[in-house]
């Protein structure tokens, strides 16, 4: 049984006060200050699963939203429909944060090629290759697990690639470049799949507050180099927002819930094991996003 914590505080970023109780009530996308960021990051405790739901004032020049692999095409339909309908609010959310003066890195995985004349490429392609990035990093690796997962089971069977769809998709590798829903701001952001360059780009900016959003939940948003867990072990302050996601789920195999509840599987393990989540109404000011067939409950 899940308990909500109703505790909400608002976290005093380098004050000797430290926690002080502001609400009961998530504070709105409009309250923050110029320059500011009203966020509230969600977490559970393990092993009894209290929700834990702060209120944290962040700067937006030391905040980085990265967009991982929202692709123009996925070799499963059914994933590249939902990226479909995601990307037009994601872009929403995208164009109030850079109006506030966060930086948008767009991730979008083996479409380099793609992308070889674009300012916002070339502006992160040379000169972001920190050493001490790369060491903890250990090159540009992923990272399936933490060690604060090490005794969770994993709550989906993703083991068939997670099509969901009848019949099944053939896996392979279509994508091309990041699909066209996602407005990129050549003057502004930025456009790499290096995790180092990422990382080495934020360290030398001075941003420690990052957002990861995009997909596959299971898959590269976790694991990728630029991923959540990377995000981790780099130190960062990172976050994942939890509507602007999906997952390869297959909903015929175990837990047999709906593709919905299955992503809600996995954004449980991670408020558990990896790091708090935030939702798009934190930018938006509207209800979190949900899929148009996802009708069921919470
Ligand atoms: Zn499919």
């Not at 916002?120 to 250990?138: N, T, W």
């Not at 180092?196 to 299971?218: D, P, R």
């Not at 991670?270 to 949900?290: A, L, M």
Request: positive net charge; charged residues 25%.
């Amino acid at each position: 049984m899940m308990r909500a914590n109703r505790r909400t505080f608002l976290r005093m970023t380098g004050g000797a006060a430290g926690m002080v109780m502001l609400s009961q009530r998530p504070a709105s996308a409009q309250a923050a200050p110029a320059g500011g960021l009203t966020v509230n990051p969600r977490k559970k405790t393990v092993p009894e699963p209290v929700v834990q739901q702060d209120t944290s004032l962040w700067k937006a020049q030391e905040t980085a939203i990265i967009i991982s692999d929202m692709w123009n095409e996925h070799w499963c339909k059914g994933a590249t429909a939902r990226v479909a309908e995601l990307a037009p609010v994601m872009n929403k959310v995208l164009t109030i944060a850079r109006d506030r003066g966060v930086t948008i890195i767009h991730a979008p995985s083996d479409c380099m090629k793609f992308y070889e004349d674009s300012p916002a490429r070339k502006r992160i392609q040379s000169g972001y290759d920190d050493p001490g990035v790369r060491a903890i990093l250990g090159g540009e690796k992923w990272c399936n697990s933490l060690p604060s997962e090490e005794n969770a089971k994993w709550p989906i069977d993703q083991g068939d690639g997670g099509c969901d769809c009848d019949p099944k998709c053939k896996s392979g590798n279509p994508w091309k470049r990041q699909t066209e829903a996602l407005v990129i701001d050549e003057e502004k952001d930025l456009i790499t799949d290096s995790g180092i360059a990422i990382a080495s780009y934020l360290k030398a900016k001075g941003i420690t507050n990052v957002i990861l959003m995009g997909v596959h939940l299971n898959m590269c948003v976790s694991g990728r180099p630029f991923g959540l867990r990377q995000q981790v072990r780099l130190g960062n302050n990172v976050v994942l927002m939890r509507d602007m996601t999906d997952t390869m789920y297959n909903s015929r195999k175990w837990p047999n819930v709906s593709h919905f509840r299955g992503t809600d599987r996995i954004i449980d393990h991670i408020e558990k094991y990896i790091c708090p989540t935030i939702t798009s109404s934190d930018f938006t000011g509207e209800p979190p996003f949900r899929f148009k067939d996802d009708t069921g409950n919470v």
